[in-house]
């Protein structure tokens, strides 16, 4: 099914440890988001990439670190866990004015 | 800046109460605005949009919603709820899609309790 696949679904990390989040859309689209949703919070912006070969920082970007392989792929990394990055973290992609099509998250423990 | 404002954090209703959910964007020009719903444990889903034209959109499962500009307002209703509705909702704003990159803000959520 066409969409927006994340990986992995559930991680568990330890203070310091590194670790990368991907994001695959098949859709064709041309922007993709990273968001961190926290309970009472919303969801909040930490990167994003509005074409193939660009990336710009959200609204909570430090930790955190992105690439864009590709049209296709967007991934998130952390270098070095922290306990305030426990999240769930969502990818999304979007084609011009339409809404975005969200990934399944990945819900992140660090510990 | 834009910015996003839900009021109710938590509403409860009994199934076949009708709902109204209020949402508040800031944003100095043109604007998309957007409904996403989270059934539990799963990952946001959009319910209705707004671009342009007929300030009443209508979404999927019986969602409307209606934009009025000059209260900044973008209110979530249903007639008529079923259990089923329970959910988290997210009001959303996206402005400036050329300058803004369609980069989305989002409100807190309002968490839907639907009592059968």
């Known amino acids: 099914n066409a969409g927006v696949t994340q990986t992995p679904k559930f991680q568990v990390l330890k203070t310091g440890q590194s670790m990368t989040l991907q994001c695959a859309q098949d859709?064709?689209?041309?922007?993709m988001y990273w968001y961190r949703q926290d309970p009472g919070m919303g969801l909040r912006l930490i990167y994003y990439s509005a074409s193939e070969g660009t990336t710009d920082k959200g609204e909570v970007p430090n930790g955190y670190n992105v690439s864009r392989l590709n049209k296709r792929e967007f991934s998130l990394r952390l270098e070095s866990a922290a306990p305030s990055q426990t999240s769930v973290y969502f990818c999304?992609?979007?084609?011009?004015?339409?809404?975005?099509?969200f990934g399944s998250g990945t819900r992140l423990t660090v510990v | 800046a834009q910015s996003v404002s839900q009021h109710n954090h938590h509403v409860i209703l009994s199934e076949a109460a009708s709902l109204e959910l209020g949402c508040n964007y800031s944003?100095?020009?043109?604007?998309?605005l957007f409904w996403y719903v989270q059934y539990p444990g799963q990952h946001l889903q959009l319910l209705l949009k707004?671009?342009?034209?007929?300030?009443l959109v209508k979404g999927i499962k019986g969602f409307e919603a209606e934009f009025i500009k000059s209260k900044f307002s973008f209110n979530l209703r249903k007639p008529s709820v079923q259990w089923s509705d329970t959910a988290e909702y997210f009001c959303a704003v996206m402005g400036g899609l050329n300058t803004n990159a369609g980069k989305s803000t989002f409100g807190d959520g309002t968490t839907l309790t639907v009592k059968p």
């Open positions: 944003y100095g020009g043109t604007v998309n």
């Open positions: 707004y671009f342009s034209g007929d300030p």
């Open positions: 859709m064709n689209h041309n922007s």
């Open positions: 999304a992609s979007r084609a011009g004015a339409y809404g975005y099509t």
